[in-house]
């Protein structure tokens, strides 16, 4: 069983920036492929983005050059750093990741971009 709590969602004005947390139960070592994920109102869930056990990451085009994922090993914690926000970003920002194959998420953090 894996715990995955988001934090850091809020308020911001278009330009704006945030920092999500994502804090794990256990050694984010054996999560594999932990991401996050994001679904705005009326719309799917989509990727916004991932990073691997060793440090690889991926990215959506659409937060490319604006969103950077990182993660503390010591702390058993994923960032999401996301600068120069956009009305569009709008929505509930989830944490994920496979743990002895088993997909885990977290209860989601909301974040509101006002024009």
């Known amino acids: 069983q894996v715990h995955l709590v988001e934090s850091g969602g809020g308020l911001v004005q278009a330009g704006g920036s945030l920092r999500l947390s994502c804090a794990a139960s256990?050694?984010?070592?054996?999560?594999?492929?932990m991401g996050w994920y994001r679904q705005a109102p009326g719309k799917q869930r989509e990727l916004v983005a991932s990073i691997l056990t060793g440090g690889r990451t991926n990215y959506a085009d659409f937060v490319k050059g604006r969103f950077t994922v990182s993660r503390d090993n010591a702390k058993n914690t994923v960032y999401l750093q996301m600068n120069s926000l956009k009305p569009e970003d709008t929505g509930a920002y989830y944490c994920?990741?496979?743990?002895?194959?088993?997909?885990?998420w977290g209860q989601g953090t909301q974040v509101t971009v006002s024009s």
């Open positions: 994920a990741g496979v743990y002895s194959r088993f997909n885990y």
């Open positions: 256990v050694s984010i070592f054996s999560i594999d492929n």
